[in-house]
């Protein structure tokens, strides 16, 4: 039997693999697919799962072992590529220990031994001795177990950098089962840690990011890299999550006769002003700024509840809001986002927002990339800086996946209010102005097709194995 092992470690990837179309690509390709799911198992119900056995992940904790060598791994990579990386150095000093713990302690020793000690052989070497640590752990004994009982031909990793994945990755390395990993987000390469493991194939979003992992990872082989897009924009050409503009419009409750302004917020960790420019646009709106008036409607990040919006909720009344409807399937995991997963009602909402709003405003995130592919106008607010007393976002603009969107003219970057309320009518004016440039960037990022990736994921999987 054609068995495929799919490792989906969290909810992103439940969106990404189960809600797109690729899961059912591959039960056309594969008589059997055996899941093994960092969610449980209930999050799958209501889906077409014919022929996949689903096993669950254990909520792996590291031991203190595992963790030092893994931890060695990772800043050691960092050391290896923070010259003229400014995002990478951004990462290093994130992860710079203010306490005064013993793991701190410990970590700070880690930061002066690889300072020293981080070319590619001592990563290696790190990666060797994080491997050996999982040898007679009762996870990795589970692990062997399940892959010898079924027998995969592959083992398919839906993300590349969670550390609880790295006991199946030394058991699929045991049972000599072929792996693969699919590159999860568009800043993974040039701006975070260390994969988990060493894998025999990448799955990437475009030449470009194919490029960027060979340049970081230098004992990868260009033959190892499959060039195949992205799942996560699938969606947006399914037409099971269409609505129509009516119904997008009673959804919101907004004013047809109104052009639509999104503002997108991202998490509270990277995205500290939001609250900020929901503010100015609201203020923009009521003091008449704006030189058309239009409905102001606001999605909030999967990752939060709405509790930092709470006043502006209250002082603004004709703000609209999105609060993404993501389930919590557990609680009392390590990683508790990682265990919430989006309803299909949530993608159609995101699309219909993409689909009708009139301009998109988010501060440098992938968001910028979700409107472009429906030809809307993006801005991107950044007012602070290391001087002026706000969080700090204008140093996402150095980051080596952003300031590519930058100098691309895809977008547009305001750093201060009136910039913004000008740029806002410019857009209304002129929504097509940067439209070419859109289309240029999104060709640069996902080098293919948005439609058929599930379909062409499954077929170059099982090409690997042949």
Known sequence: MDRLGLVITD????????????LKEAQK???????????PLTSFDGYNTDNCIIETLEDYRESTKTWMFRKLKELAHLQNHKKNNFGIRANLRKNYPTTKSKRAFIIKLIFVWTNIFHSESWIKRYYILQQKSFKNHPTTKRYTDLLEKYKPELLYFTHQRPPYIAPLIYASNIKKIQTATFIFSWDNIPSKGRMSGDFNFYFVWSYLMKEE????????????????????????????Y???????????????????????CGDVSTSKNDGLYIKVLAEAKKQGKINESVNLLVRTSPAENASRFTELIDEYPFIKWNFPKWALTRKNHQETWSQRIPTEEDIIDLKSIL???DIAINMCSTMSLDAMFFDKPVINPTFGNNKNGLYDDQKYLKYQHYSRVVKSNAVTVVKEEGELITEINKALDNPELRLKY???????QISHPLEGTGKRIATILKQCVK
């Open 355 to 357: 689909a009708y709003s």
């Open 438 to 444: 859109q289309k240029d960037l999104l060709k640069l």
């Open 213 to 240: 992992l060979l340049s970081f990872y230098v004992n990868i082989k260009p033959e190892q890299v499959k060039v195949v897009g992205t799942p996560q924009f699938e969606p947006y050409v399914l037409e099971r």
């Open 242 to 264: 269409n609505i129509a503009y009516d119904e997008f419009i009673n959804k919101f409750d907004l004013d047809s006769s109104k052009k639509t302004i999104c503002y997108s």
């Open 29 to 39: 390709q594969y008589d059997e697919i055996i899941i093994f799911s960092g969610l």
């Open 11 to 22: 909810g992103v990837g439940f969106r990404n693999y189960i809600m797109s179309d690729f």
